[in-house]
Each structure stands twice: as C-alpha cells, then as structure tokens.
C-alpha cells in the first residue's frame, strides 16, 4: 500500500460524511468534516468550497470568502468567486467584493441563471460596465432571461 493511499481513504470518508451532513443541514458537522477532507486532500477545490457553504451558514463570512477563493484558485471557477464577492459583501469589505465580482465577471455564463444576481450586485456597486457586460452576455446566450 502507498503512502498517499490512507490519505485519499480519509479524504473520501469526510467527503461523504459532510456532504451528507450539509444536505441535513448539520453545518457545524459539515464545516468539520471539510476541514478534515481537507487536511487530507489540500487541493480539493469542493472541500474548500464546503467549508465556505458551512462558514456562511454558522454567520462567519469572512471565513467563508477565504475559503471560495481558495477553492477558487484550485479551479473551482466562476462560481466560487461569485459566492467569495457575495461574502466579502456580507462581512463588510466592499473592494474585496467587487475584486472577486470582477473575476466572476470574466466568466459569468459558468453562473448560468446567477448572472442576473451577480449582474445586479456589479451594477448596485457602481460597476456599470462590467454589470453590462455580464447582463448583454447572458442575454446573447437565452434570449428568454428575466
């Protein structure tokens, strides 16, 4: 047996554990349990992306915000600079916000129907342009969005 395979073991175990313990709504478990998935998989973009989901629902958003941009840097995407912009906003710092926004921006059409939000967000934050641009892409791609 090699040495990295008690590793991904543990890491599939707290993967299941707190995916299940996020769909009960058992977020402080959840939050654990990522923590735990990643201590043993450390470039696991959707564990870091779990502790962020349970960091915001137990009302610590900044805790939150650092874990979507790691999981964002580990490729999580769009998405997780999307959910890092709202939770920078929700723990107060407005530029790092709009910094992770921006990067959401260059690739909004990952956000599928949360373009509209993240457009909305930009534009409420004086960022006419780039809310502009998310809204027209959008548009471009279903013509039916509302």
């Not at 299940?20 to 709504?25: C, D, K, L, M």
């Not at 977020?27 to 779990?50: C, E, F, V």
């Not at 457009?119 to 509302?146: I, N, T």
Request: charged residues 20%; glycine residues 10%; hydrophobic residues 50%.
């Amino acid at each position: 047996m090699t040495g990295g395979a008690p590793g991904a073991a543990d890491a599939s175990a707290h993967r299941e554990r707190g995916l299940a313990a996020w769909r009960e709504s058992r977020h402080a478990d959840a939050l654990a349990h990522a923590r735990a998935w990643i201590a043993a998989d450390p470039r696991s973009a959707q564990a870091h992306q779990l502790a962020g989901q349970a960091a915001a629902r137990l009302g610590d958003p900044a805790a939150a915000a650092r874990s979507y941009e790691t999981a964002e840097a580990l490729g999580g995407g769009a998405a997780c600079a999307f959910n890092a912009g709202n939770a920078w906003q929700s723990a107060g710092e407005r530029d790092l916000a709009l910094a992770a926004w921006r990067r959401a921006a260059a690739d909004a059409g990952a956000l599928g129907r949360h373009a509209v939000t993240l457009g909305k967000a930009l534009a409420a934050a004086g960022e006419a342009a780039p809310a502009a641009r998310v809204l027209v892409a959008l548009v471009r791609r279903d013509p039916s969005a509302y």
